[in-house]
Structures are given as C-alpha cells and as structure tokens.
C-alpha cells in the first residue's frame, strides 16, 4: 500500500469514527427544549409506524424502559397529542394515536427542525444542503429497516 493510499485511508477512517459523536450532538442539540424533544420523538415514532403503536412498542422503538415511555405518553395524553385507542387487530390491546393538535405539533417541529437546519448550514451551497437532507433520510430509512433486522434476530 502506498503512503498516500495509507493516508487517504487513515483520514477516512478518522472521519468515519466521527459518525456517533457528531448524531449524538445533533441529538443534544436540537432547537427544541428537552421536553419537546421527548414529544417530537414519542410523536414521530407514533406517526411513521407501519401499524399500530402500544407503549410497550413505543418503548422498544426509543430504546427506553417501558415506566419512561408510558410517562411521556401519559403526558403526551394530558397535553391532548395523544389519545389512546382500541386496537383494530386485537380489541383487547390498547394503541395510541396522534389527536389533531398531536399532528399539528408535529409540524411545528418540524418547521422548527428546518429552521434550525437552514441557519446551521447557511454557509452551505444550495446542493450540498440538498445531498446532505437526502442523505440523512437514507440513513434514517436504512437506519429503520436494519433496527427491525437486528429486533428480529433476537426475537
């Protein structure tokens, strides 16, 4: 191998194990505060699900305790984002879904979370702000499909 190649290697390597770091800083810093982070999660979770949510999947899809999710849901319900509902599958189980302000509230984040993007990345071109969206929702789409991969190898 030769000393560029090497090099060239090195610094992608070096960019690549900067991937966890910098999603965990978007994470921390969204605009929002911390409580409509939860909401913005719990409700994004709730509308982009293939079917219908219970807590317990809820949970499982936040990677948090079920006790943590069923008080954001209870809050999320008390606020008037949620509601809780009968299962169509199974009348038995309980499921939640976003009320009209829910979906409202959603776009509010939404809007916000562009916002936020168009001032951080001002000094972008118009095609690097592009490629980066398109990107991003690649890997938040292939993020989703292999998280259901790995869900069903253990279960």
Same mark, same amino acid.
């Given at each position: 191998?030769?000393?560029?190649?090497?090099?060239?290697?090195?610094?992608?390597?070096? $960019?690549?194990?900067?991937? @966890?770091?910098?999603?965990?800083? +978007?994470?921390?810093?969204?605009? /929002?505060? @911390?409580?409509?982070?939860?909401? *913005?999660?719990?409700? *994004?979770? #709730?509308?982009?699900?293939? @079917? %219908?949510?219970? $807590? @317990?999947?809820?949970?499982?899809?936040?990677?948090?305790?079920?006790?943590?999710?069923?008080?954001? $849901?209870?809050?999320? #319900?008390?606020?008037? +984002?949620?509601?809780?509902?009968?299962?169509?599958?199974?009348?038995?189980? &309980?499921?939640?879904?976003? &009320?009209?302000?829910? %979906?409202? %509230?959603?776009?509010?984040?939404?809007?916000?979370?562009?916002?936020?993007?168009?001032? #951080? &990345?001002?000094?972008?071109?118009?095609?690097?702000? #592009?490629?980066? /969206?398109?990107? +991003?929702?690649?890997?938040?789409?292939?993020? &989703?499909?292999?998280?259901?991969?790995?869900?069903?190898?253990?279960?």
């Amino acid at each position: 191998m030769s000393s560029a190649s090497f090099s060239e290697q090195s610094s992608d390597d070096l $960019v690549l194990d900067q991937i @966890g770091p910098a999603l965990s800083r +978007l994470r921390r810093r969204a605009p /929002a505060s @911390g409580k409509d982070l939860s909401r *913005n999660l719990v409700l *994004n979770v #709730i509308a982009d699900a293939p @079917g %219908e949510t219970t $807590v @317990g999947g809820l949970a499982a899809e936040m990677g948090v305790a079920q006790p943590v999710a069923s008080r954001t $849901v209870a809050a999320c #319900i008390a606020d008037g +984002l949620l509601r809780r509902a009968a299962s169509q599958e199974d009348g038995r189980r &309980t499921v939640l879904e976003l &009320t009209e302000h829910g %979906e409202a %509230e959603r776009d509010r984040f939404a809007a916000e979370q562009r916002r936020a993007f168009e001032a #951080i &990345t001002a000094a972008w071109s118009p095609e690097e702000r #592009i490629q980066f /969206a398109r990107l +991003l929702a690649r890997y938040g789409d292939d993020a &989703t499909a292999w998280s259901k991969k790995q869900a069903a190898r253990r279960g």
